[in-house]
């Protein structure tokens, strides 16, 4: 247990130093989750209706918020315990990253790659945020989504393949680009078509073309409403500008 | 790992396919390599090439180190250890190779660690035409089945095998990439043990002629994208899509889009040879437009005429 603390980088000035969520956080595949405030999670309004998806939600946030230790409570229900908590944990993260307080952790994380980069080739390694595909839990695991394909990718490593989509929410990707819409990418609009000896494959090309139409149509829609969309935040990078970038 | 030659003997292109983060490579078959019209060509494009080929086919070959003794005496061992360097060319020979690649006055024969580089474009280079071959395609293909190239990360593909390409058919450019033929996108290799793989050894023609030899493939890309092409993917924010009118809001769909509706699948149709006159238009006068409107950026459109080789995998 004491060297659980060196590794997590907790203060170790007292005798009672490991705190559950430092070492929750720093269990492998836990790397997405940011830190929730104790106030946020000691507020009993942010825990509405969470009482239904756990059993005991009084004694899990003590747990979590290391009120009461866990080896106080009776041996057969520690599993459990410990089990609901990182359930109720995740449920109040998927919360708490749409608070503005949560949104700037996240951003953090997002800045540094915590979440990992899109594997397309085309969006060079743009950095990814997590997703859920449903807000009840035990329904799919998490997946990452990239703002500049927007598009949803699953996670490289199978121990985030494991992590429940429902601790980070159907909303966030959405709430965390209406609260930083300075990080919304410009689209890129490369395309890959097979070739064969140089010439591209006639029907993968067809479907590019019409492709192409329907994000023509995008862009005469946009335009029309006066939206301007040459290499704007949320727009598309026009053909200079698309050279430019790929020799940064 | 030395291998004596009488008791396991391990053939070079065995043990380069063998190597860390070779398991792209399908061992090339010896008439294949033995055929000079296989390898018409590539005697322009590799330094030492005959002494290359020789080491892949594990011939003796002469290397400048052991030019000072007697050639006879020591060309056994030297054909042997050459071989068996292979991919990871040790920091043994390098420390070997500088010490004694200077002193001797040998004119053309190379050292062990050019040589082995040679060895592995070379190689490299014979790959890439021979898995465009009958046999080459079939050995990839039963790789492709086994998923040793990995499965696309995109969700919606639902774990699709993908399929190695380059970006160009010329060495020393872009390493390696995935193709998934679901989504007709290309990724970067989840790991990064393939980052020094070059492209050129797969080629750019590779994964349309797989698709294409295979059927199999595109029907299994036809069942995925049926089963998902009715789940609109956008993000929403409580359960409220978000208007495409928002700088947040979905301006990718046409990436991934198919036609269904029957007005779609005409304009589809009407795709066939080009794009529909009133929006060549579009998409043409679209880059004249942005010439005026990106003045400031004009320190930096000198350059633009250099990096055709990066955006050659997508021209639109």
Redesign the interface.
């Not at chain 1, 019409?210 to 005469?220: D, I, N």
């Not at chain 2, 291998?3 to 008439?31: A, L, N």
């Given at each position: 247990m004491s060297n659980g603390n060196e590794e997590y980088g907790t203060d170790s000035s007292s005798d009672y130093t490991e705190y559950w969520i430092d070492l929750f956080l720093g269990i492998k595949g836990n790397e997405y989750y940011c830190d929730i405030d104790d106030e946020y999670i000691r507020d009993r309004f942010n825990l509405t209706g969470l009482n239904q998806e756990v059993s005991r939600v009084p004694t899990l946030i003590d747990i979590i918020t290391d009120s009461i230790d866990i080896e106080s409570q009776p041996e057969e229900h520690r599993e459990v315990l410990e089990h609901n908590s990182r359930i109720l944990y995740g449920l109040i993260h998927a919360r708490f990253i749409l608070t503005s307080r949560g949104l700037n952790k996240m951003f953090e994380k997002y800045r540094n790659g915590d979440f990992g980069y899109c594997?397309?080739?085309?969006c060079s390694?743009h950095p990814l945020l997590p997703?859920g595909l449903h807000d009840q839990p035990r329904f799919a695991s998490v997946?990452l989504?990239c703002?500049?394909?927007?598009?949803?990718?699953?996670p490289?490593s199978g121990r985030h393949a494991v992590v429940d989509g429902a601790y980070f929410g159907?909303?966030f990707?959405?709430?965390f680009?209406?609260t930083f819409?300075q990080v919304?990418p410009i689209?890129t609009?490369?395309?890959?078509?097979?070739?064969?000896?140089?010439f591209k494959?006639h029907d993968?090309s067809?479907?590019?073309?019409?492709?192409?139409?329907?994000?023509?149509?995008?862009?005469?829609?946009?335009v029309k409403?006066g939206?301007e969309i040459?290499?704007?935040?949320?727009?598309?990078v026009?053909?200079?500008?698309?050279?430019?970038e790929?020799?940064k | 790992m030395s291998s004596d030659p009488e008791e396991d003997y391990v053939s070079w292109i065995q043990t380069f396919c063998e190597s860390f983060g070779h398991d792209y490579f399908v061992p090339v078959s010896q008439d294949f390599i033995e055929d000079d019209f296989n390898l018409t060509g590539l005697s322009s494009q590799v330094p030492y090439y005959r002494e290359a080929l020789y080491t892949i086919l594990d011939y003796e070959v002469e290397t400048s180190e052991d030019q000072p003794n007697s050639v006879s005496g020591a060309v056994n061992s030297v054909a042997t250890t050459t071989a068996t360097t292979g991919a990871a060319s040790t920091s043994a020979t390098t420390a070997n190779a500088t010490s004694n690649g200077f002193n001797d006055n040998s004119r053309e024969l190379p050292n062990k660690v050019l040589l082995a580089r040679s060895a592995e474009l070379l190689y490299g280079l014979i790959h890439s035409r021979y898995i465009i071959s009958k046999p080459g395609l079939t050995a990839m293909a039963t790789k492709f089945e086994r998923n040793e190239f990995g499965s696309c990360p995109r969700y919606y593909c639902d774990g699709m095998h993908l399929i190695p390409v380059g970006a160009t058919d010329i060495p020393g450019h872009e390493t390696v990439r995935l193709y998934c033929p679901c989504c007709n996108d290309i990724y970067l290799p989840s790991s990064s043990r393939y980052l020094n793989i070059d492209g050129a050894f797969f080629g750019t023609t590779f994964p349309g002629l797989l698709v294409k030899m295979f059927p199999e493939i595109e029907n299994q890309c036809r069942i995925r994208t049926q089963r998902f092409n009715s789940q609109d993917f956008g993000i929403k924010l409580f359960g409220f899509k978000i208007n495409e009118l928002s700088s947040s809001g979905p301006r990718m769909k046409w990436l991934r889009l198919y036609p269904s509706t029957e007005a779609e699948k005409e304009e589809y149709e009407n795709c066939e040879l080009g794009l529909p006159d009133e929006f060549e238009d579009l998409t043409g006068s679209e880059s004249d437009m942005e010439v005026g409107e990106e003045e400031e950026e004009e320190e930096e459109e000198e350059e633009e005429g250099e990096d055709d080789d990066r955006t050659m995998a997508s021209e639109n």
């Amino acid at each position: 247990m004491s060297n659980g603390n060196e590794e997590y980088g907790t203060d170790s000035s007292s005798d009672y130093t490991e705190y559950w969520i430092d070492l929750f956080l720093g269990i492998k595949g836990n790397e997405y989750y940011c830190d929730i405030d104790d106030e946020y999670i000691r507020d009993r309004f942010n825990l509405t209706g969470l009482n239904q998806e756990v059993s005991r939600v009084p004694t899990l946030i003590d747990i979590i918020t290391d009120s009461i230790d866990i080896e106080s409570q009776p041996e057969e229900h520690r599993e459990v315990l410990e089990h609901n908590s990182r359930i109720l944990y995740g449920l109040i993260h998927a919360r708490f990253i749409l608070t503005s307080r949560g949104l700037n952790k996240m951003f953090e994380k997002y800045r540094n790659g915590d979440f990992g980069y899109c594997p397309r080739f085309h969006c060079s390694l743009h950095p990814l945020l997590p997703i859920g595909l449903h807000d009840q839990p035990r329904f799919a695991s998490v997946k990452l989504y990239c703002a500049k394909c927007e598009d949803l990718y699953n996670p490289k490593s199978g121990r985030h393949a494991v992590v429940d989509g429902a601790y980070f929410g159907t909303s966030f990707p959405a709430m965390f680009f209406q609260t930083f819409p300075q990080v919304i990418p410009i689209h890129t609009k490369d395309t890959y078509v097979p070739k064969v000896f140089g010439f591209k494959l006639h029907d993968y090309s067809k479907l590019n073309r019409w492709r192409e139409l329907q994000r023509g149509k995008l862009e005469k829609r946009l335009v029309k409403q006066g939206i301007e969309i040459n290499n704007v935040v949320g727009g598309f990078v026009g053909k200079n500008e698309e050279e430019v970038e790929v020799k940064k | 790992m030395s291998s004596d030659p009488e008791e396991d003997y391990v053939s070079w292109i065995q043990t380069f396919c063998e190597s860390f983060g070779h398991d792209y490579f399908v061992p090339v078959s010896q008439d294949f390599i033995e055929d000079d019209f296989n390898l018409t060509g590539l005697s322009s494009q590799v330094p030492y090439y005959r002494e290359a080929l020789y080491t892949i086919l594990d011939y003796e070959v002469e290397t400048s180190e052991d030019q000072p003794n007697s050639v006879s005496g020591a060309v056994n061992s030297v054909a042997t250890t050459t071989a068996t360097t292979g991919a990871a060319s040790t920091s043994a020979t390098t420390a070997n190779a500088t010490s004694n690649g200077f002193n001797d006055n040998s004119r053309e024969l190379p050292n062990k660690v050019l040589l082995a580089r040679s060895a592995e474009l070379l190689y490299g280079l014979i790959h890439s035409r021979y898995i465009i071959s009958k046999p080459g395609l079939t050995a990839m293909a039963t790789k492709f089945e086994r998923n040793e190239f990995g499965s696309c990360p995109r969700y919606y593909c639902d774990g699709m095998h993908l399929i190695p390409v380059g970006a160009t058919d010329i060495p020393g450019h872009e390493t390696v990439r995935l193709y998934c033929p679901c989504c007709n996108d290309i990724y970067l290799p989840s790991s990064s043990r393939y980052l020094n793989i070059d492209g050129a050894f797969f080629g750019t023609t590779f994964p349309g002629l797989l698709v294409k030899m295979f059927p199999e493939i595109e029907n299994q890309c036809r069942i995925r994208t049926q089963r998902f092409n009715s789940q609109d993917f956008g993000i929403k924010l409580f359960g409220f899509k978000i208007n495409e009118l928002s700088s947040s809001g979905p301006r990718m769909k046409w990436l991934r889009l198919y036609p269904s509706t029957e007005a779609e699948k005409e304009e589809y149709e009407n795709c066939e040879l080009g794009l529909p006159d009133e929006f060549e238009d579009l998409t043409g006068s679209e880059s004249d437009m942005e010439v005026g409107e990106e003045e400031e950026e004009e320190e930096e459109e000198e350059e633009e005429g250099e990096d055709d080789d990066r955006t050659m995998a997508s021209e639109n």
